[in-house]
Antibody, heavy 121, light 111 residues
Framework: EVQLVESGGDLVQPGGSLRLSCSAS????????MHWVRQAPGKGLEWLSY????????YNADSVKGRFTISRDNAKNSLYLQMNSLRAEDTAVYYC??????????????WGQGTMVTVSS | QSVLTQPPSVSGAPGQRVTISCTGS?????????VHWYQQLPGIAPKLLIY???NRPSGVPDRFSGSKSGTSPSLAITGLQAEDEADYYC???????????FGTGTKVTVL
């Protein structure tokens, strides 16, 4: 089954850092553009970061610019999100998602199960 | 902060038709970017429901349909079923933000 599996979520203190991973199964990650999306408890979906299939183009939401860094290792079929200077408002479930890639700004057709990040002292 | 606005909730009896609107602006939907729709069941990751305004992925029942008229796309669910109780989100791209944007989300309740 085509799937994405996130890992790395944890309880971290304000100001701390965390690295999330997203592993792809059955499909070749290098063929797809990828994203990170988060959902705070009881809230809606928030797009965070985009990375092109070759990793050369990256875009971030203003809310995480300068603090979060998306990256990928196509050889390991994996996507990452390095999160620094974490704040209480970063508490959320973090999803990685695959963009269909049939055209520009396509839909996210495969989502991971999510990993919980809690920022609290 | 969501730039696409959806009604917080809609409800209907089993078998009825409900629609969910997604209001954007000239920098996203009005600029011609496609709208996609997702269904999120409680405690589960979102699932792609409609892509490219009105296309259903394989496996999505034809009870779900999308339309786009100007800057007001919508999702329609006909023949509402209990299993359709979920949160629904629209999504597009915004060129002033240079990023992807989601709607505020709509909770569908089956009465």
């Amino acid at each position: 089954e085509v799937q994405l599996v996130e890992s790395g979520g944890d309880l971290v203190q304000p100001g701390g850092s965390l690295r999330l991973s997203c592993s792809a199964s059955v499909f070749t990650l290098s063929n797809y553009e990828m994203h990170w999306v988060r959902q705070a408890p009881g809230k809606g979906l928030e797009w965070l970061s985009y990375i092109s299939s070759n990793g050369r183009s990256i875009y971030n939401a203003d809310s995480v610019k300068g603090r979060f860094t998306i990256s990928r290792d196509n050889a390991k079929n994996s996507l990452y999100l390095q999160m620094n200077s974490l704040r209480a408002e970063d508490t959320a479930v973090y999803y990685c998602a695959r963009e269909r890639g049939s055209y520009l700004y396509d839909a996210f057709d495969i989502w991971g199960q999510g990993t919980m990040v809690t920022v609290s002292s | 902060q969501s730039v696409l606005t959806q009604p917080p909730s809609v409800s209907g009896a089993p078998g009825q038709r409900v629609t969910i609107s997604c209001t954007g602006s000239s920098s996203n939907i009005g600029a011609g970017y496609d709208v996609h729709w997702y269904q999120q069941l409680p405690g589960i990751a979102p699932k792609l429901l409609i892509y490219g305004n009105n296309n259903r992925p394989s496996g999505v029942p034809d009870r779900f349909s999308g339309s786009k008229s100007g800057t007001s796309p919508s999702l329609a669910i006909t023949g509402l079923q209990a299993e359709d109780e979920a949160d629904y989100y629209c999504q597009s791209y915004d060129n002033s933000l240079s990023g992807y944007v989601f709607g505020t989300g709509t909770k569908v309740t089956v009465l």
